[in-house]
């Protein structure tokens, strides 16, 4: 089962995104900062990582970057998931850039085509 | 120039002598021996002059020399006559005539008598001239005083130690006939120069110069001016005074200011905007997922979160209106215990969901009380949700209580405490939390719901005191009068974009 880590401060859209993928079949771990993200993705690895860019403590960016400089996690697909419009290049190497409120079936076919699932 | 002279004499040769005589001194004139003649003469050569003998007893000749008078007051007459009629001759013309003159005429008495009529001709002359530029000025001094006066803005004049020489009327109005005060103490109430003057810096080098300031008038009311500078020169062009000229521009930059708040506003909002509508979608995503699953605890649970979703953005749509338009309060006499168990009952749901206990101490007998019942529950509520708020955010407390008590402070007063054992507040967090945009809750706040519960308190009359201490908690004392009468009149709120507890939060200044 593939995992996907949600990093969100938000726990209305934690709560979304988490039954949106376990109820296509995918396996998810919740994070409300950076910190707690970093952690958990260095103890799950996860296939995937979906990233809010606006977080009170610290910016989406920056974990990202701090993502990248870890070889065991800078290979991980990141989707960017932002109320932020015009923020396309904050994370250079993310495989989609999505603008809350974002359409669910438009990011369940990036999910799955970026992890190979049908 | 040539005056014109009409003689009159029934005694033809006297005539002819005399107009011989005018001939021979280069004086153009014109012989009639009767009224009538003289009557048509009159009106054709328009003579400046009569030389004339009333032939009394016969009064002919003077009914029609009174009537000349009386319509040309610029004509002339000098009387000849014989010594016998010479005074029933004074006592018929009077001071219609300019000279009397003893028949038979001698050329020196006749000389002196026309030069004066000559001369009083041309005094009259200038006299008339005179007084048509006296009207002129007077006339054109009545239009500038009117333009000087009405033009709408402030103008005054200043001498070179910047005291006022004169003020128009809008100035006066606004602040007071202070002619002879110097301009900063009228218009900034300080006690010396201004540090930045464009009435010196005309002085100084004879141009226009322009300012924008902040004026206070004698009503205490502060004026946004944009002022011009124009050098006031003498016959010698040396600048002897300045006249300035303040243009009110206070509507225009409180709309300025609304207007750059409102999108700042719409900037500040639109992430938390989006959040919400993000989590609504996951709210009806469950619902969708739910029924067709038949799971009735994640449809319930679906349910719960799209009703909780619906309630903020109502609330943050409703802030958002009431922000952007100026608006009345709508006021009713509304029974206060009702109104209190009713913002008890709102916050409920939030404070169950959060884990925090709401306990409400509301006094039965509390009478009614004038307010707007929509604003002011909605600036109460908001008061309890942020104590909710305060505690769910705490994480050094494990049981969290709000308390909501309401009684009366005296027979016109009420006092609503509204306790919390939250997070507390640091002192930027106290200072700030009534000011616009300012929100200690990251994308969940939008800065405006206790900027505008502290309007609206305000727009009710009523005070707000806040004791807060950090990871202890926060108490709130919002204090009102029961009727409309004792509350003072406040401006429209979307007017006025700063608050604060006190002066000092404010941010705008």
Request: charged share 25%.
């Given at each position: 089962?593939?995992k996907?880590?949600?990093?969100?401060?938000?726990?209305?859209?934690?709560?979304?995104?988490?039954?949106?993928?376990?109820?296509?079949?995918?396996?998810?771990?919740?994070?409300?900062?950076?910190?707690?993200?970093?952690?958990?993705?260095?103890?799950?690895?996860?296939?995937?990582?979906?990233?809010?860019?606006?977080?009170p403590?610290?910016?989406?960016?920056?974990?990202?970057?701090?993502?990248s400089?870890?070889?065991?996690?800078?290979?991980?697909?990141?989707?960017?998931?932002?109320?932020l419009?015009?923020?396309?290049?904050?994370?250079?190497?993310?495989?989609?850039?999505l603008t809350?409120p974002?359409?669910?079936?438009?990011?369940l076919?990036?999910?799955?085509?970026?992890?190979h699932?049908? | 120039?040539?005056?014109?002279?009409?003689i009159?004499?029934?005694?033809?040769?006297?005539?002819r002598?005399?107009?011989?005589?005018l001939?021979?001194?280069?004086?153009?004139?014109?012989?009639?021996?009767?009224?009538?003649?003289?009557?048509?003469?009159?009106?054709?050569?328009?003579?400046?002059?009569i030389?004339a003998?009333?032939?009394?007893?016969?009064?002919?000749?003077?009914?029609?020399?009174?009537?000349?008078?009386?319509?040309?007051?610029?004509?002339?007459?000098?009387?000849m006559?014989?010594?016998?009629?010479?005074?029933?001759?004074?006592?018929?013309?009077?001071y219609?005539?300019?000279?009397?003159?003893?028949?038979?005429?001698?050329?020196t008495?006749?000389?002196?008598a026309?030069?004066?009529?000559?001369?009083?001709?041309?005094?009259?002359?200038?006299?008339?001239?005179?007084k048509?530029?006296?009207?002129?000025?007077?006339?054109?001094?009545?239009l500038?005083?009117?333009l000087?006066?009405?033009?709408p803005?402030?103008?005054?004049?200043?001498d070179?130690?910047?005291?006022?020489?004169a003020?128009?009327?809008?100035?006066?109005?606004?602040?007071?006939?202070?002619?002879?005060?110097?301009?900063?103490?009228?218009?900034?109430?300080?006690?010396?120069?201004c540090?930045?003057?464009?009435?010196?810096?005309?002085?100084?080098?004879?141009n226009?110069?322009?300012?924008?300031?902040?004026?206070?008038?004698?009503?205490?009311?502060?004026?946004?001016?944009?002022?011009?500078?124009?050098?006031?020169r003498?016959?010698?062009?040396?600048?002897?005074?300045?006249?300035?000229?303040?243009?009110?521009?206070?509507?225009?930059?409180?709309?300025?200011?609304?207007?750059?708040?409102?999108?700042?506003?719409?900037?500040?909002?639109?992430?938390?905007?989006?959040?919400?509508?993000?989590?609504?979608d996951?709210?009806?995503?469950k619902?969708?997922?739910?029924?067709a699953?038949?799971d009735?605890?994640?449809?319930?649970k679906?349910?719960?979160?799209?009703?909780?979703?619906?309630?903020?953005?109502?609330?943050?749509?409703?802030?958002?209106?009431?922000?952007?338009?100026?608006?009345?309060?709508?006021?009713?006499?509304?029974?206060?215990?009702?109104?209190?168990?009713?913002?008890?009952?709102d916050?409920l749901?939030?404070?169950?969901?959060?884990?925090?206990?709401?306990?409400?101490?509301?006094?039965?007998?509390?009478?009614?009380?004038?307010?707007?019942?929509?604003?002011?529950?909605?600036?109460?509520?908001?008061?309890?949700?942020?104590a909710?708020d305060?505690?769910?955010?705490?994480?050094y407390?494990?049981?969290?209580v709000?308390?909501?008590?309401?009684?009366?402070?005296?027979?016109?007063?009420?006092?609503?405490?509204?306790?919390?054992?939250?997070m507390?507040?640091?002192?930027?967090?106290k200072?700030?939390?009534?000011?616009?945009?300012?929100?200690?809750?990251g994308?969940?706040?939008?800065?405006?719901?206790?900027?505008?519960?502290n309007?609206?308190?305000?727009?009710?009359?009523?005070?707000?005191n806040?004791?807060?201490?950090?990871?202890?908690?926060?108490?709130?004392?919002?204090?009102?009068?029961?009727?409309?009468?004792n509350?003072?009149?406040?401006?429209?709120?979307?007017?006025?974009?700063?608050?604060?507890?006190?002066?000092?939060?404010?941010n705008?200044?």
């Amino acid at each position: 089962m593939k995992k996907i880590l949600i990093v969100d401060d938000d726990p209305n859209i934690l709560d979304y995104m988490t039954s949106l993928f376990e109820d296509s079949g995918f396996k998810t771990f919740t994070a409300r900062d950076v910190q707690e993200g970093l952690k958990i993705a260095k103890k799950e690895v996860p296939d995937l990582i979906t990233l809010d860019l606006e977080m009170p403590d610290e910016w989406g960016p920056r974990f990202y970057r701090k993502m990248s400089q870890d070889k065991s996690l800078k290979n991980i697909p990141v989707i960017v998931i932002s109320g932020l419009s015009g923020g396309d290049h904050a994370v250079g190497k993310a495989v989609a850039y999505l603008t809350k409120p974002f359409d669910r079936d438009e990011l369940l076919k990036i999910v799955k085509e970026t992890l190979h699932v049908s | 120039m040539s005056h014109e002279i009409l003689i009159i004499d029934k005694d033809a040769s006297h005539a002819r002598a005399l107009c011989v005589y005018l001939e021979r001194k280069r004086m153009e004139n014109h012989m009639a021996f009767t009224p009538d003649e003289a009557a048509v003469l009159y009106d054709n050569i328009e003579a400046q002059v009569i030389l004339a003998d009333p032939g009394l007893p016969d009064m002919e000749v003077t009914a029609f020399l009174k009537s000349i008078k009386s319509t040309h007051a610029q004509v002339q007459i000098i009387i000849m006559t014989t010594l016998e009629q010479f005074d029933q001759a004074m006592a018929e013309l009077k001071y219609d005539a300019v000279h009397y003159l003893l028949k038979p005429v001698k050329s020196t008495a006749l000389d002196m008598a026309l030069y004066q009529a000559r001369s009083w001709i041309e005094l009259n002359r200038q006299l008339e001239s005179t007084k048509k530029k006296l009207k002129l000025l007077r006339h054109t001094q009545h239009l500038y005083q009117q333009l000087f006066d009405e033009v709408p803005c402030y103008i005054s004049v200043q001498d070179r130690s910047f005291r006022l020489t004169a003020t128009n009327k809008r100035f006066k109005q606004d602040f007071g006939d202070e002619i002879g005060s110097h301009c900063y103490a009228v218009y900034k109430h300080r006690g010396s120069v201004c540090q930045t003057c464009p009435v010196a810096d005309t002085f100084a080098d004879g141009n226009s110069h322009s300012t924008e300031e902040v004026v206070t008038s004698k009503s205490g009311k502060q004026h946004h001016v944009l002022t011009w500078t124009a050098p006031i020169r003498n016959g010698e062009g040396e600048i002897t005074q300045v006249m300035e000229m303040s243009t009110d521009i206070t509507e225009i930059r409180q709309l300025q200011d609304h207007l750059t708040s409102l999108g700042l506003m719409i900037g500040s909002m639109s992430h938390g905007v989006r959040g919400m509508l993000t989590a609504l979608d996951g709210g009806i995503y469950k619902l969708e997922t739910g029924l067709a699953k038949n799971d009735m605890a994640r449809t319930h649970k679906a349910f719960d979160q799209v009703k909780q979703m619906t309630g903020r953005i109502r609330k943050m749509v409703l802030e958002i209106l009431y922000y952007a338009k100026s608006r009345e309060l709508h006021y009713q006499s509304i029974n206060i215990a009702e109104m209190a168990d009713k913002v008890v009952g709102d916050a409920l749901a939030i404070a169950s969901k959060l884990g925090v206990k709401l306990e409400a101490n509301i006094s039965p007998t509390l009478g009614v009380i004038d307010v707007d019942p929509t604003w002011l529950q909605a600036a109460l509520v908001n008061f309890v949700e942020n104590a909710i708020d305060a505690c769910a955010y705490d994480r050094y407390k494990q049981d969290h209580v709000v308390t909501f008590d309401a009684f009366e402070l005296s027979a016109d007063r009420i006092c609503f405490i509204i306790t919390d054992n939250g997070m507390g507040m640091d002192q930027e967090t106290k200072e700030k939390m009534f000011t616009l945009f300012f929100t200690s809750k990251g994308s969940q706040g939008t800065g405006l719901g206790l900027f505008i519960a502290n309007r609206v308190i305000q727009q009710h009359g009523g005070t707000i005191n806040v004791e807060s201490e950090l990871k202890k908690g926060s108490k709130f004392h919002i204090c009102l009068p029961k009727s409309k009468s004792n509350q003072p009149k406040m401006v429209p709120v979307s007017k006025k974009l700063t608050t604060g507890v006190n002066n000092e939060t404010d941010n705008k200044k």
